[in-house]
């Protein structure tokens, strides 16, 4: 039977592409998103991949929207914890409300997106874990201690879970992108947008189909003995 695979924040910009690699790979594919219904209806209607709407900095609404999922499809076997948003401030300027809305979207929204399906991979004897985090993580970044602080942790969390879940067959990864070509991405203004590309060795925004290809590999069986690592996918615009 095709594993399943739960792909939060999938139905735009980097978790479309991820979805649709997946799809593409076999998988049986639910994609969440928090409020776009018009995205991601479009998304249902071009790829048949269904999606499920929660929000998910909220625990309980994460836990029923998981259970939801598995009696829809079946187990999850892979979550790619992907939804993600920035309020960006510099420091002296940056409100509690930015911090908390970062922090509570892109790091605890992965503690409960992955908390709920964790004990059922226990259970079965197999897991895939990939969380999302970016280059702001690895550098830090201008206006943006909260993004980065979420994006740091993210590491953090699959150095952890790895050495949790390797003897229960799980493996937990990280890929932190560059720049990549989303709406996250084009909201930046324009003048900002062309300084960041002139600091991309490569020369240019990534794909988000760049990304999907390093998730489908860290969910793939050719990545068994990958555990706790980070892919950077940067066009060499940092190196770790
Ligand atoms: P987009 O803004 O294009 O898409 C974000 C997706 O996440 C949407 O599906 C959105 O749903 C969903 N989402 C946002 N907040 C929530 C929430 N509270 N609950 C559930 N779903 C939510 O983002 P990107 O594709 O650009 O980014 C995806 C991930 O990649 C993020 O974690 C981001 O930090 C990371 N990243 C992005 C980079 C880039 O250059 N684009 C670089 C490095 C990392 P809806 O459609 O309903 O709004």
Redesign the pocket.
């Known amino acids: 039977m095709a594993r399943t695979a739960l792909v ?8 479309a592409a991820i979805s649709k690699a997946l799809k593409a790979d076999g998988y049986t594919v639910a994609a ?5 219904d018009e ?2 209806a479009k998304f249902t209607d071009v790829t048949g991949i269904k999606t499920y709407k ?4 909220d625990y309980d609404e994460s836990k029923a929207g998981i259970a939801q999922v598995e009696a829809d499809l079946g187990p999850i076997d892979i979550v790619v914890a ?5 309020r960006d401030a510099p420091f002296h300027k940056m409100t509690p409300q930015q911090w908390k809305e970062v922090i509570d ?2 790091l605890t ?1 992965v503690f409960n997106t992955v908390h709920p399906v964790w004990p059922g991979m226990r259970e079965r004897g197999f897991g895939r874990v990939v969380v ?5 993580g690895q550098k830090g970044q201008f206006a943006q201690t909260n993004y980065a602080a979420t ?1 740091a942790g993210d590491l953090g969390i699959v150095r952890s879970l790895a050495q949790e879940g390797a003897a229960k067959g799980i493996t937990a990864n990280a890929v932190c ?4 070509a ?4 084009m909201a930046v203004p324009e003048k900002v947008r062309e300084a960041i590309i002139g600091m991309i060795p490569a020369g240019r925004l990534g794909e ?1 189909e760049e990304i999907a290809r390093c998730v489908a590999f860290l969910v793939s069986d050719d990545a068994s003995f990958i555990n706790g690592s980070t892919i950077s996918a940067n066009g060499g615009q940092f190196f770790s």
């Not at 939060?8 to 978790?15: A, K």
């Open positions: 939060t924040g999938g139905s735009r910009g980097i978790g969440t998103y928090a409020g776009n995205a991601a929660w929000n998910v900095a992907n939804a993600g948003i920035t979207t892109n929204g999302i985090s970016s280059v702001n994006k992108p560059g720049y990549i989303t709406e996250m991405v988000p």
